[in-house]
């Protein structure tokens, strides 16, 4: 599977708090609006005007389809993705090597790059999860502590 993904957040909400990127999942409240950016801080970015864009590349591994017996447990599939996110924003980025804020604008683009490996299961007969284990290089190196390894258990309702 092969996903682009973008968003684009015109200066339309609050001029004061802003929207400010995560480093793991989008927030689904729309009070509280963050988008992704892997490999970076959580609140790294902080701005009015937001350009993000995700393209993934997901490739299957392994079909595993089997659990033991009647246990709450079915394992699916395992599979890799290759990731790269960007955003280039209005407003404030976070300078990990001089611990300030540093005020940016839409000139400026910050990428990262990095692999999934997804491990997809049922827990409780109804309850589909998958299990994130990824690893992420910021290339904007005075923005980061380098590269990140970051796991993430996903719940994917099926309502």
Same mark, same amino acid.
Do not use: C, H, W
């Given at each position: 599977?092969? &996903?682009?993904?973008?968003?684009? !957040?015109? %200066?339309?909400? *609050?001029?004061?708090?802003?929207?400010?990127?995560?480093?793991? =999942?989008?927030?689904?409240?729309? *009070?509280?609006?963050?988008y992704?950016? +892997?490999?970076?801080?959580?609140?790294?970015?902080?701005?009015?005007?937001?350009?993000?864009?995700?393209?993934?590349? &997901?490739?299957?591994?392994?079909?595993?389809?089997?659990?033991? $017996?009647?246990?709450?447990?079915?394992? +699916? +599939?395992?599979?890799?993705?290759?990731?790269?996110?960007?955003?280039?924003? %209005? $407003? &404030?980025?976070?300078?990990?090597?001089? @611990? !300030?804020?540093?005020?940016? *604008?839409?000139?400026?683009?910050?990428? *990262?790059?990095?692999?999934e490996?997804?491990?997809?299961? !049922?827990?409780?007969?109804? =309850?589909?999860? !998958?299990?994130?284990?990824?690893?992420?290089?910021?290339?904007?190196?005075?923005?980061?502590?380098?590269? @990140?390894? $970051?796991?993430?258990?996903?719940?994917?309702?099926?309502?």
């Amino acid at each position: 599977m092969v &996903r682009v993904q973008g968003l684009y !957040t015109p %200066e339309t909400i *609050s001029s004061i708090l802003g929207v400010s990127t995560n480093s793991l =999942m989008p927030a689904q409240d729309s *009070s509280n609006i963050s988008y992704v950016m +892997r490999g970076y801080l959580t609140g790294q970015f902080l701005g009015r005007s937001v350009l993000n864009t995700t393209l993934e590349y &997901r490739l299957p591994l392994k079909k595993i389809y089997r659990g033991s $017996g009647t246990d709450p447990l079915f394992l +699916r +599939r395992l599979s890799g993705a290759l990731i790269a996110d960007a955003v280039t924003l %209005e $407003g &404030r980025a976070y300078r990990t090597d001089n @611990q !300030t804020f540093e005020t940016i *604008s839409t000139d400026k683009q910050f990428v *990262s790059l990095g692999a999934e490996l997804r491990f997809q299961m !049922t827990l409780g007969f109804v =309850m589909p999860l !998958t299990f994130v284990v990824g690893v992420y290089d910021p290339l904007n190196k005075n923005y980061s502590s380098g590269t @990140q390894v $970051g796991t993430t258990l996903q719940l994917a309702t099926p309502f």
